[in-house]
């Protein structure tokens, strides 16, 4: 009788909480849109993120409980006011989905930390919102395209982040370049042995952070084709990084498309591998 009684009280108060959020979720809107942006770049930039994930829960999804999810944490950061990625606790997730969402949790807040809110305030604060849009997508469990969605847009970003604490494109050098001949994204004999030496760094104890591949071509032909071919060279890196046990997870892909420099420059015509690491 008790555990009937509970029962019920559980799927009242869930009616009770979903009825409370659809008129929430306008009323919280209404409030954003009459609130001026206070605080760094990074609350600015994360209540404008919040704020879009709201409005497109709203009136595209029709989901005003996760509407109202994403409008509150947006006046809080329009506020100047500290938001940190959502608990996962506080969310019913798949036990086998609960492992990777962690690992992902910890590596953002590491950033965080470490300074990416001053140093990546824009991408820091776009990684934070995805992560959020990943764990409530997932939550959800049923719409798969846009849960693949959010979670290839929070590692894309961290990739950025983690680049930006390092000191940027810029300043950092990679660790490897793997080179292709003209107009091609076919890995040869020596840039398969380079893929394999990359392998067996990236699974080595003494590395346990990302990759970030760059693919670059030189000016020979379209722009256009350029960057597609860019990112090619670097998906087939990470194709043939993921075939001998890297964690796809663990890769991020770039396409810089054209390097500056001479039209005609087999030097050019690379992916460069960046271990992202910073201390």
């Known amino acids: 009788m008790e555990n009937k009684f509970l029962a019920k009280s559980i799927k009242l108060s869930s009616v009770l909480a979903l009825l409370a959020a659809t008129g929430c979720a306008e009323y919280n809107r209404r409030v954003l849109d009459g609130m001026e942006a206070r605080g760094p770049e990074f609350t600015r930039t994360l209540a404008k993120e919040y704020e879009t994930l709201g409005h497109t ?5 029709y989901d005003e409980w996760s509407a109202n999810y994403y409008y509150t ?10 938001v940190r990625p959502t608990c996962l606790d506080r969310w019913d997730i798949d036990s086998d989905k609960l492992p990777e969402l962690q690992v992902a949790r910890a590596r953002l807040m590491r950033a965080l930390e470490f300074g990416a809110w001053e140093a990546a305030p824009m991408m820091s604060a776009y990684a934070q919102a995805h992560f959020d849009c990943w764990v409530e997508q997932q939550a959800e469990g049923w719409q798969k395209e846009d849960i ?6 929070f590692y894309e970003a961290m990739a950025e982040v983690e680049l930006m604490l ?7 050098a990679p660790s490897n370049m793997i080179f292709f001949d003209l107009g091609s994204a076919h890995l040869d004999a020596t840039a398969t042995a380079q893929v394999d030496q990359i392998a067996l ?14 693919g670059r071509t030189d000016k020979v032909g379209d722009a256009k084709h350029n960057k597609n071919l860019s990112k090619h060279r670097a998906l087939m890196v990470k194709k043939e990084l993921v075939r001998r046990g890297v964690s796809p997870h663990r890769i991020a892909i770039k396409a810089a498309g054209e390097t500056p420099g001479p039209q005609v420059d087999a030097h050019n015509r690379r992916v460069d591998v960046i271990f992202l690491e910073y201390k």
């Open 57 to 61: 829960e709203q009136h595209i999804m």
């Open 73 to 82: 944490k947006a006046i809080q950061a329009k506020n100047g006011c500290p």
């Open 148 to 153: 693949a969605n959010c979670r290839a847009e």
């Open 166 to 172: 390092m000191g940027g494109v810029l300043n950092v």
């Open 201 to 214: 760094m990236a699974a080595s104890s003494e590395f346990a952070g990302h990759i970030l591949l760059i």
